[in-house]
């Protein structure tokens, strides 16, 4: 049974309100690997797992099976490992000089992405005289990012000794249009990583992340890595969302002015009111990962209903016309909430009025937020930058 997470004392006096449902993480984690059966389904938890906290998420996912994870970077590796003692970590930005012992200490994972990278990793497993350590290879079948180019491909193909000092646990690749299922380079890239990992056999092969996994079958193979729709981000624009929400922020209000006068509102003066208005002042910016570019397009909702954000989003503040609350049962007051991100406006609305995705808003959310903890395993943690 799960129980809410319990908040330090004095977490009330953060301004504004982020609550991140770890029971909806999990619910997405049982459908995605649902969906991808008999694939194994791994977790990217990166970034801080997408901006809302690595340590808690990867908890919770490992309490619904979840036995292999991918970060970013090396750092998070080893932060990760402190929480999961006995999970397959991978690490994607691959191997750097000098850092394979700190790999083998750890019990990480490289993903080795070129030919460079595999020499080093498998030369050091030679030479600690050791069972051989296991790494994934990454092929680029279009990304042209991370990956051996087809040059470097066709050399380990041909030349697979290259590999005998280390395990060869898993072969990877990453899928450029994913969110848009139609568009022919999946179609491509499947192909083309279908005819490498035939060169390689007994090994796990990984092509679909989040998106990919709604493509079908045929993108699966042995492991599918979600991450964006873990957190409730949609796989894609032909349907609809079927990820649960995570994510609620609400905004503190901090004022509330009547202008009866014609006047302009915030930095630049971008916007002018020409009519009675209400204006509530709320305790969020784009310190806090609200976007600049929601300035005079955003929206901030009570309840049901849809408050436009006026004026300039500035670095701590935003201003939102609450005019058609006059008259409301219960006025709103300084201290209230309003929902920025919430049930009436989710985060891939709010990125698609921020000409942005939600990947970025997610990541964006900044550590001035009292974070509140809903679900999940049962952890205290304090106010802040994410436990």
């Not at 991140?20 to 049982?30: E, F, K, P, Q, V």
């Not at 990166?46 to 292999?68: E, F, I, P, S």
């Not at 092969?205 to 981000?233: E, H, K, N």
């Amino acid at each position: 049974m799960t129980m809410a997470i319990l908040e330090e004392t004095g977490a009330s006096l953060a301004a504004s309100l982020l609550t991140i449902d770890l029971d909806a993480i999990g619910d997405n984690y049982r459908l995605l690997a649902t969906l991808a059966h008999p694939a194994q389904c791994a977790a990217v938890v990166k970034a801080d797992a997408y901006g809302l906290g690595a340590r808690l998420v990867a908890q919770t996912l490992a309490q619904q099976g979840c036995d292999t994870f991918f970060v970013a970077h090396l750092e998070e590796g080893v932060e990760l490992r402190s929480v999961l003692p006995s999970s397959d970590i991978y690490v994607l930005n691959g191997l750097l000089p000098s850092e394979e012992a700190v790999f083998n200490a750890h019990h990480l994972r490289p993903v080795l992405n070129d030919l460079g990278q595999i020499e080093r990793w498998s030369q050091y497993c030679s030479s600690i005289a050791d069972t051989p350590l296991p790494a994934a290879v990454q092929m680029d079948t279009g990304m042209a990012r991370l990956g051996l180019p087809l040059s470097e491909k066709a050399t380990l193909i041909a030349q697979p000794d290259l590999m005998s000092g280390f395990e060869l646990a898993l072969v990877m690749s990453h899928l450029a249009c994913a969110d848009t299922p139609e568009h022919p380079m999946n179609q491509a890239q499947q192909c083309e990583f279908s005819t490498a990992i035939k060169h390689f056999p007994n090994t796990q092969a990984s092509l679909a992340a989040s998106s990919g996994i709604f493509l079908g079958p045929d993108w699966r193979f042995d492991m599918v890595r979600p991450g964006a729709c873990l957190y409730g981000v949609k796989p894609n624009d032909l349907s609809p969302n079927p990820m649960a929400q995570v994510i609620n922020l609400q905004g503190k209000i901090l004022q509330i002015q009547n202008v009866d006068t014609p006047r302009t509102v915030g930095y630049g003066a971008t916007h002018r009111i020409g009519k009675s208005t209400r204006i509530a002042t709320i305790a969020a910016g784009y310190a806090d990962g609200f976007l600049r570019f929601l300035s005079n397009l955003g929206t901030a909702h009570v309840g049901e209903i849809a408050l436009p954000i006026i004026g300039r989003v500035s670095m701590d503040l935003i201003t939102v016309d609450i005019s058609k609350l006059d008259g409301a049962t219960t006025p709103l007051r300084p201290g209230d909430f309003v929902d920025l991100i919430g049930p009436h406006q989710d985060v891939d609305t709010i990125a698609a009025d921020a000409g942005t995705i939600g990947y970025e808003i997610l990541t964006s959310l900044g550590n001035r937020y009292q974070r509140r903890y809903i679900g999940g395993p049962t952890v205290k943690i304090t106010t802040g930058a994410p436990a």
